[in-house]
């Protein structure tokens, strides 16, 4: 509970501290990374106690369950927790170790990372909207420091365009609330049984363009490779990296734990969404003779995997989702970090991106479209798709990689030692996470049991559990 | 316009301010909270950048130029009422003082939690309100930050 609170609390608190100071002073720089770390800590201790013992559960004020609000950690939210506060700090040390010149950042960044803290760790429909708002608000400002015209220009578009996604967002849920008289999500998981289907669709609908749009899902794109590249390159790290997680879980929570029926029966829906993304992302990747862009295009195409994922549904898929969603985030990390930098390591780490993005050993990203073609393995066409997403994402990236390291030299100063040596960690991880995916695959099977992987839809459309221990709750 | 609110804008903000803490105080039992009372000050004070233009509203009531750093504590303030629990072993936003213990009166003011919070509230609403106009009328009238 103490722990549950204090990750909370701490990105919250010194967030708004940080905020009131000039954030160009590299002491505050400093104090956001330490913030960052100090919340980082507080989330894998507690995602060990969640592993250990289960679910934690703390109803502010004391107030029985379903009156006061439900602060939850189980195993799927506190590792996206955890991986996109991961995400938040690599990016943000980067950043400070080459100067920050925008007076609030290191404030807003540290505020993004209370907001999706909170919505990572709530067990409550619109507390979950509330830290939701929150992280995008945080992310409206981020989007603006590029300093350029053309970057003030992608923000507007990025706000318009989330501010719309999350008014049709709070539809939904108002929408949820009228037909299951709760907002809280383990009750609204058992009253949706109970629901006109029509309403649920319609409800369900709303969600899944929410999140889309968080996650630039190919018909809801339009607004991310403005964004992605106008941006700077720790910024678009911590966009594409961070915020996008917020769209990966939202898919699984709502629709596994939330939705069940309808993503069950929209499941052929989404694996055509997701192979449209794929395609489109890769194809328009390859066409690309610029390192951010051919990243923010590569990100459309990545994600259709996760929703791939998501429409083969059940344990498996649910874990590949999982899987997808942690080595997308990785991967854009390290390719983003490595945009305006060079050298010899920038090359190496730009290569193991590269391979990670393509899905090849040793990097991580093997592992991940190891899950994938495992949930995929009795569908055909859907082995083509991925086998062909896979072949575009090696040709992009490899493209990039001639023409910015091989063909010529990148131009600019020199890059900071200790930039280079977060680059280094951060491709540290996904090298050891690709030879030792043990903990990854762990973690992600936990996850996609805590968000209704384990439940099954059965033929008369009910929703069972198929008698896999229950996560019990802590007192 | 220039000559009524002229006359009416410096002397408005102490009624406002009594307004303000009237509506904070009937809160508990009627309509009304920090919000508001935090919008009413910010409109009055809104007033007297009007007529008097940022400079001069600023000098002659310098906690102007502080309203960042009030913004900053409201906040903190409204968020100590929330985590003030686990500090003491209890969950977070809990309300204190618990059911059944006595209620500390000053006047008819009841001191609990949401009063807190409520206040908090206000002020960050208050000195927001004040750092937009500041950076509006900056813009509208030039000069330096």
Partial sequence: ?475 | MSSIIGVVAPRLLGPALILAAAIIVKGYADVGDGFSAGVIVATALALRYVSLGWELAERSLPVLRRAPQVATAGLLIALATGFAGPLVGDPPFTHYPRAGESVIHIGTLELITAVVFDLGLFLFVTAAFVVLIHHLARLAQGGPR
Wanted: no cysteine; hydrophobic share 60%; net charge neutral.
């Fill in chain 1, 1 to 475: 509970m103490t722990l549950l609170s204090l990750a909370i609390l701490i990105p919250w608190a010194a967030g708004i501290a940080l905020v009131a100071v000039d954030g160009r002073r590299p002491v505050v720089g400093w104090a956001a990374v330490a913030t960052l770390g100090g919340t980082l800590v507080a989330l894998v201790a507690l995602g060990a106690e969640v592993l250990t013992h289960g679910e934690v559960v703390v109803t502010t004020g004391g107030w029985p369950r379903g009156v006061g609000i439900t602060l939850r950690a189980d195993a799927a939210g506190v590792l996206f927790a955890v991986l996109s506060v991961g995400v938040l700090l690599a990016a943000t040390a980067h950043l400070v170790m080459g100067g920050v010149r925008e007076r609030t950042f290191p404030g807003i960044v540290v505020l993004l990372a209370a907001g999706l803290t909170g919505l990572f760790l709530t067990g409550d429909l619109f507390n979950f909207y509330v830290f939701f708002e929150l992280a995008m608000l945080a992310s409206y400002v981020l989007a603006t420091y590029g300093g350029s015209r053309r970057s003030l220009g992608s923000a507007l578009v990025f706000t318009l365009v989330n501010l719309l996604g999350t008014f049709v967002f709070l539809l939904s849920v108002a929408g949820i609330y009228h037909v299951t008289g709760t907002l809280d999500m383990a009750a609204i998981g058992a009253r949706m049984d109970a629901v006109d289907p029509n309403a649920g669709i319609l409800i369900a609908v709303g969600f899944f363009v929410a999140f889309s749009v968080k996650l630039g899902l190919f018909p809801f794109h339009f607004w991310l490779p403005t964004v992605y590249t106008g941006a700077r390159p720790a910024v678009a790290a911590i966009l594409a990296g961070g915020l996008a997680n917020v769209g990966a879980y939202g898919l699984l929570r709502f629709g596994g734990e939330l939705l069940p029926r309808e993503l069950d029966l929209a499941a052929g829906a989404l694996v055509v969404i997701g192979a449209a993304s794929v395609l489109y992302g890769g194809v328009l990747a390859i066409s690309r003779h610029n390192g951010s862009e051919m990243l923010a295009y590569s990100a459309i195409g990545q994600v259709g995997y996760v929703l791939v994922a998501v429409g083969i549904g059940g344990p498996v898929g649910f874990a590949a989702a999982v899987m997808i969603s942690i080595v997308n985030s990785l991967n854009k990390v390290l390719l983003f970090l490595t945009t305006r930098m060079r050298g010899a390591i920038v090359g190496w780490a730009f290569l193991l991106g590269a391979l990670s993005v393509a899905g090849v050993p040793p990097a991580v990203g093997f592992v991940a479209k190891m899950e994938l073609f495992r949930a995929a393995a009795d569908a055909p066409a859907l082995l083509v798709l991925l086998f062909l997403g896979s072949a575009m994402s090696l040709l992009y990236a490899f493209q990039i990689y001639q023409y910015d390291f091989w063909r010529t030299e990148r131009h600019g100063p020199r890059s900071h030692r200790s930039q280079l040596a977060v680059l280094g960690i951060v491709a540290a991880v996904v090298l050891v996470a690709g030879l030792w995916p043990e903990p990854l695959v762990y973690l992600s099977d936990a996850a996609a049991r805590a968000v209704g992987g384990a439940a099954v839809v059965v033929g008369d459309g009910t929703v069972v559990s198929d008698g896999l221990p229950a996560v019990t709750s802590a007192p």
